[in-house]
């Protein structure tokens, strides 16, 4: 404990403030704005795409996804900034991107009369908005936990899940009225304001020092990191199916509050995180993760056997219950797997696996549509949370084994 005291003396009043959840909520603060940006036009570009450019829904799905092309390509990069330059450096050049971003979704509307361009611009819009996310979200995490302390890593996590979720499912509706009443670039121009003053924000919050120490390769972290990473990317294929063909299954339905079907997701997402979330630290995180994991999957069984909206609500809210824990259940496993000075680096290769969940599902979940229909994603999703739920069983009964040995 003594070698580790340097590295926090230029945090004020560290023991005061470790366990204050409003010291670490104006850290993840950040993470909630990357998400409100993310979840703005989450509702509204599949149907921009799909119904008023008339391109297919593989295309509209690949809208969302390639986001994460761009957040998957510099998770890598967002950690080594953050552990070697500081995480308020990230969050800098997060608040920055997210910026960019809304300007883009701006000129997209402003070239939506020539479909081609405006698809062009709106797919540079999510590349930097997925860089945004990347440096936003990492940055904001790895300055959470170093001001708090190493001790509330699970806390700082459940945190900014709660601001993950909360700020798509906050956004996601609002996005769909503003589109209704002031069309896309509206979204846009919210989108500028928010991430302006987050970066004028975060320029004026005192950094934290950069823990000391030798880094480990970037394929030694993420050979110990890969497994968990493997679970969560399975774990949230239900997210991934759910933001990106929700609306299009509404409206294949026709049924009526698409944007309110995510917003049910968030609401049991957040409750289980700020009721629960030390759930982790009492009876461990692969405990909590599997009893997570099953009851995902009971939310994904609900969507696939939806008849009425009241069903598919049902399924959505019970998924964000199960997905709420699962994040930060297996991360603080993934965490514990390198030393405290390659954390950054660990977190970004951590959730780099969802990235690629994110980025497969939309193109593999628009393929299956075509073929069996929109019911057949969900029942996808269950197969992929199940797979999950082996995988973290496995990490469970490996990790008794070392403990016994």
Known sequence: MTTSAPAHISVPSPDALKSDSRHIAGYVYFTFICYISIGLPLAVLPPFVHLRMGYSAVLAGLAISIQYIATLASRPWAGRISDHMGAKVSVLWGMACC??????????????????????????????????ESLGATGATLWGITAAGQEHTA????????????????????GV?????????????????????????????????VEPGE????AHVLGRVAPHGMGLALGGVSYSVLATFVTLFYHHRHWNGAALCLTAFGVGFVFVRVFFVRTISRYGGYPVAI??????????VLLWQAVAPWMAMAGAAIGGLGL??????????????VPEFNRGTALGVFTAFADVSFFLVGPIAGYLIGLFGYSSVFLFALISVLLALGIVVVLKEMQAEQTQA
């Not at 798509?168 to 509706?173: D, F, I, K, V």
């Not at 069309?183 to 121009?189: C, K």
């Not at 709420?324 to 797997?337: N, Q």
């Open 215 to 218: 880094h480990l390769p970037f």
């Open 291 to 300: 009893v997570s994991l099953l009851t995902e999957a009971m939310g994904m």
């Open 177 to 209: 009225v503003l589109d209704q009443y002031f069309g896309l670039a509206s979204i846009g121009v919210l989108t500028i304001l928010v991430g302006a003053v987050s970066f004028a924000f975060a320029w004026r919050k005192d950094p934290v020092p």
């Open 99 to 132: 910026t960019a971003s809304g300007a883009l979704l701006v000129g997209t509307a402003a070239l939506s009369g020539v479909h081609w361009l405006s698809f062009t611009v709106l797919i540079a819009s999510r590349l930097v908005l997925g860089v945004g």
């Open 324 to 337: 709420s824990l699962v994040f930060p259940a297996i991360g603080v496993e993934a965490v514990k797997r």
């Open 155 to 174: 806390k700082v996590i459940g945190m900014n899940g709660i601001s993950t979720y909360g700020g798509m499912a906050l956004a996601a509706p609002l």
